[in-house]
Structure formats: C-alpha cells, structure tokens
C-alpha cells in the first residue's frame, strides 16, 4: 500500500511539472519562442554550446554597408564630346542620399566634358570622391552663363576624401578664357573667369593624388574649410596664364600641404584673409608668383592671418620668393610666421613685405593698414635673379613689428644677386629712404640703413656674399 502511494506521488509530481512546463511555453513571445515550447534557431541572441558564450548571430550583428555610385551608371558618356553634367548630377544625387559608407567614382580611362556643376552636400555617408578619368570643361563661356566665378564646386560635405588614385585629372581648357583676359589683350574689358576646383565650407577634407591643369582662373580654392590635408597634388598652367593662382586658401583652418608641385601663372600658393594655422612642407614651385600672403585688406577691409609657417620649399625661376603684401587703408593683423628651409633658384624678388601693395597705376596714401608681426626667416639660400634680394616696403604709421627675423645667418651665401653685393633694400613710399625699426632682445631700437646695408645696431646677423 505505501508502495502504491509513493508510485502516486511520483506520478502527480510528473504530470504538475508538464503542466508548469506547458503554462510557460504559453506565454513565450513569438519572438522567441513558439506555442509549441520549440525555440527559434535564428533568435537575436543564442548560446553557443562550443564555448558556452551568448554571442551576436553573424546576421544580426552591426554592419558597416558600403556602395560604390559610378557615373557611367547614371549615362555618362566619357567621349569626352558628349556633355556629362546631367548624368553626373543624377549620380551625385543617387550617392549623396545613400546609407551606409559611400564612393562617388568617376572611372579611369575616359574624358568627361562638364559645364558648371555644383556637387552639393550635406550627405549622409559619402566618405569618397574618386577621381579616376579626367574632368574636362566645356569651352563655351555661354556654359557659364550662370555662375561665371566657378567650374566646380563641392561644398557642405564632412569627413570626405577626393583621390585621383595618380592618374586623375581636373582640366579647365583654360585658354579661351586666358586670351579674353585685359591682362593678355589691353584693348578687352576685364570679366571674371572660373575658379576650376573650389572646395567650399568642407571639415575633415583629404585631397590627395590629383592633377589640376590649365584653370579658367584660379585653379583649386580652398574657403571656409577646417582641418584639410593637401598631398600628392601636382598643378600646372603656362607661366604666361593669368590669375591661375595654383592653391588658393581663404578663410581656412588647420591645413596642411606637402609633397606637392605646383607651376602656373600667378601665386603657387596664395593665403588670403581669415586662415589661421596654415603648414606647407615639401613644395616645389615654379613657374609662378611664389608662395604669397595676401593681398589683405583691399577695399579698407579688415584682414586676419596667423600661425603660417613654411617649411622645406623649392622655388625655380619664380617672379617673387616668399611675399607678404597688404593694401593701405586696410586693418588687422599678419602675424606668426615663418619662411625656413627653402631653396630659391634664379628667382625675382626672393624676399618682399609690401605694406603699400597697390594694383592700379596710382594709389593715394592712406593712414591705416594691416600690422604685419612677428616673421621669421631661417636657412633661405639661393640665387636671386634681380639685383635687389630683399625688400621690407613697409607702412609708415603701422610698420613691420617684431621682425624680420633672420636666425641660422640667413645663411646668404643664400641669395647672390646678379654679379652685385647682396643688398637689403627697404623701400618706402615716393622713393625715399626710411629706416626699419625693430626692438632687439635688450629692448633697444635696431634698424639697417637701406643705402648701404649696414647693421646701425646688429642684432641678427646677415651673410653677404659677392659672386660672378
């Protein structure tokens, strides 16, 4: 009998545990599990019984899609004849709304011809522009009817890389627009031209691999952009061609340029108002204008610049070395800056401040202008083309502070002047003499006579060298 009552027992506590079990399979989400206690395989978060871990599926874990958009997708022709903007606007579209990490690619191996287009952002992923073929401007300046300052424009776009993987090219056929110039042809009437590559309002820009050739004007334009990295960049226009700056920088933050060779018409770089913390390293460059700050402070505007420094720099039978030039009537400052480095073959004029640049054929003097401060030159050498090497043509309300400085010796055996004694020639207004006035260490004041370049009170030391 308790036998009996022990097997009855067993018995109930079997079927009570059943019921429980049947009761919790009930009310499983179907998410997880099924009415009829079975479990999904493919559930978000499994065991693994290999090592016992709860892990990810490999399909549920995050994953970082990415997407290639290819012009010649979108109709792009690439003969180089057929005109391209609409299908690389179609294209720009497609990949700019795009989730996930995206390349806007312009495939290798064909010619583009582009009127004025406008690449604009913001995107939601586009972390790529390739530029693989070459982008070719139309030559009908009807094309730029439009917007006659810009060929092409990208702009509001974070966090992006523009490639030309070596072999790509930005082509602005600049020709028609150069013989239409006053500069060219006196009789003409002087029209603006566009700018071939501008790169507006960009943060996090990495531009690396490209060719740029024969701009309408300037060739690429830099505004308004913060931490940019410019590298691998080789530019070229004849040295005849106008206004083809090489890099034109504006208002600009943090940007650096290196291992780049540029050879135009005008400034191989020039830095204009609002760029702060600006590093050139390994520039070839020439023919051109040389590297140029300014011109600030046209129109009696205001005009910041500071934290340039160059350092390691060829130039070859350029028209000026390394210039700082400011307009009267302008204000603010150029401070913090620093030319070292460099190599100077053959060049006009290696060496200018021009507080008193003026562009026209007559300027009257003005009683403001921008305060140039704080510039150093260190380890310049080189050959001037002009009998004059250096130049401080300096405002006499608001001249040059804190420098130049010249350290190293300024190593002149640098810059021999044609078949003279190297002279430092500081030149004012109406041609008459002044003397540059500068605090030395002690405090006291320090100038050079700019007749016979004589040290009144050395406090830098400056080699001279007379070679034929």
Known sequence: ?????????????????LACCQALSSNVDDGYGHEDGSFETDSLIKLNNDDDVLTLKSSDRPTTESSTVSVSNFGAKGDGKTDDTQAFKKAWKKACSTNGVTTFLIPKGKTYLLKSIRFRGPCKSLRSFQILGTLSASTKRSDYSNDKNHWLILEDVNNLSIDGGSAGIVDGNGKIWWQNSCKIDKSKPCTKAPTALTLYNLKNLNVKNLRVRNAQQIQISIEKCNNVDVKNVKITAPGDSPNTDGIHIVATK?????????????????????????????????PGHGISIGSLGDDNSKAYVSGINVDGATLSETDNGVRIKTYQGGSGTAKNIKFQNIRMDNVKNPIIIDQNYCDKDKC????????????????????????????????????????????SLFSLLALISRGCWLALLFHYLCGRWRRWKRSGSDGGDSSIDAATARPLHPTFDVVVSAVR
Do not use: W
Request: proline share 2%; hydrophobic share 35%; with cysteine.
């Open 1 to 17: 009998m308790a036998r009996f009552h022990g097997s009855l027992a067993i018995f109930l506590c079997v079927l009570l545990m």
């Open 254 to 286: 943090n940007i650096q340029i290196s291992n780049s060779d540029i050879g135009t018409g005008d400034d191989c770089i020039s830095i204009e108002d609002g760029s702060q913390n600006v590093q050139i390293n390994d520039l070839t460059c020439g």
């Open 364 to 407: 009257e003097q003005q009683e403001s202008a921008v305060q140039v401060n704080n510039v150093v030159y260190r380890n310049i050498q080189g050959t001037s083309a002009t009998d004059v090497a250096i130049m401080f043509n300096c405002s006499v309300k608001y001249p040059c502070q804190g420098s130049p400085s010249f350290t």
